[in-house]
């Protein structure tokens, strides 16, 4: 609980975020973003997207069969029931089973909008090709009914524009091919009609371009604001980082210690040791190999004490040459060989400087908290503080342990 965690900042996606401000900024007809964006814009709306379209589809098919019936009951005389309900049960059946076997988000893009155009198709090449397949003379009023069902899906299905370029050519040339089979229908009317299908079906096809273009945009608005939070969160991380440790030896500073003291003595009955350690004579060090030498010094020893602690242990820097480690639910025996195991290995540790090496020693003060004993930062930092004291005032490499005189000598002098 105690150990500090490196988080790793979320980077900003300049790449994307500079696309993104060249498409909003871009005029004209072209839809399809670059790739990369492309790719981070198709995965970010799959789920809306997959939603949307099976409610679509499932309505769509729905009402596609009502005003199907009530077309054939209200308009057409003596219908053909045999046709209408291959006109209307097949389509509807066939699109209700591509949307529960194609329109999942697991579907790659192209299968998913090629599916939507299929149900799109089943309903209205179904109904034109009824039409054409009427025994008696079909008149115009019958190619006429022929068209709604193209427009309808144009209107109200959201066709990306590619799927609905090629479901207004599909349509035009099956309902083409449609007229020509019937040689009651003159070339006058033949064209008549095409042109009225065309005219009705060019605005919806138009319409379809200006929606998916606005959706886009929008997207790309909403996407430049999520970049600039993240890259805001990640700033903000670093700073908070940068707050939490220490720049020299890359350990936590005095401020995660503080925070994590206020933590620990709030429960009265927690238990767990402080130990302060300091590295002996390093004003000499550092006058006598300079400045550099003993930054060194003070990462190779952070390293050392670090190594040889557990996970839910705290180490950080106290100030100065001083290091402090949080050791929650320690008992005295545990704080008092852990104490001695780092005072040995720093003892063992070689410091290369100046081209030999060097051996350094460090003294430690241990304090521990039991029940109502030392239950403010203050007074568990006091007593670690006193311990290290007489540790030093003895003859310095040594560990002392506040309070227990039993323990006063537990480490050796150098």
Request: hydrophobic share 50%.
């Amino acid at each position: 609980m105690l150990q500090n965690a490196d988080a790793s900042p979320a980077p900003l996606s300049s790449g994307l975020e500079s696309m993104a401000k060249t498409e909003l900024e871009r005029a004209g007809f072209r839809l399809r973003f670059p790739a990369p964006l492309e790719v981070r814009y198709e995965r970010d709306i799959a789920a809306e997207r997959v939603k949307d379209l099976r409610f679509i589809v499932l309505w769509g098919a729905t009402l596609y069969f009502i005003l199907g019936v009530l077309l054939n009951l209200t308009v057409i005389p003596q219908p053909d029931w045999h046709n209408v309900a291959i006109q209307l049960v097949g389509p509807t059946v066939v699109a209700l089973a591509i949307r529960f076997l194609w329109l999942r988000v697991g579907m790659s893009s192209a299968v998913r909008e090629t599916a939507l155009m299929a149900c799109g198709l089943l309903c209205t090449v179904s109904a034109i090709l009824v039409v054409a397949a009427k025994p008696e003379p079909a008149t115009l009023r019958d190619f006429l009914l022929a068209i709604p069902p193209t427009a309808f899906v144009l209107v109200f299905v959201r066709l990306r524009f590619r799927q609905a370029i090629a479901f207004f050519l599909v349509n035009t040339a099956v309902y083409a091919l449609a007229l020509s089979s019937r040689p009651e229908i003159g070339a006058s009317d033949e064209v008549f009609l095409i042109g009225f299908m065309g005219t009705l079906l060019m605005p919806a096809l138009l319409g379809s371009h200006t929606f998916e273009r606005a959706a886009r945009r929008v997207y790309l608005h909403g996407l430049l604001d999520r970049l600039r939070n993240e890259s805001l969160t990640a700033r903000n991380s670093a700073l908070a980082d940068l707050s939490y440790t220490d720049s020299l030896t890359g350990i936590p500073n005095r401020r995660q210690l503080d925070e994590a003291l206020a933590l620990f003595v709030t429960d009265p009955e927690s238990k767990g040791a402080l130990l302060l350690v300091d590295i002996d004579m390093f004003k000499a060090f550092n006058d006598r190999y300079g400045h550099l030498a003993g930054d060194a010094c003070l990462r190779q020893v952070a390293q050392c004490l670090l190594q040889r602690l557990q996970r839910r242990d705290l180490l950080t820097r106290f100030g100065g040459e001083e290091f402090a480690v949080l050791m929650p639910d320690a008992q005295l025996e545990e704080a008092a060989e852990t104490a001695e195991r780092l005072r040995e290995a720093v003892q063992r540790e070689p410091f290369s400087v100046q081209g030999s090496l060097v051996n350094v020693t460090i003294s430690i003060g241990v304090a521990v908290r039991q029940g109502h004993d030392l239950n403010t930062p203050d007074a568990l930092i006091g007593a670690a503080d006193t311990a290290l004291y007489a540790a030093k005032h003895a003859g310095r490499n040594r560990v002392r342990v506040a309070g227990e005189p039993a323990l006063q000598a537990v480490g050796t002098a150098a």
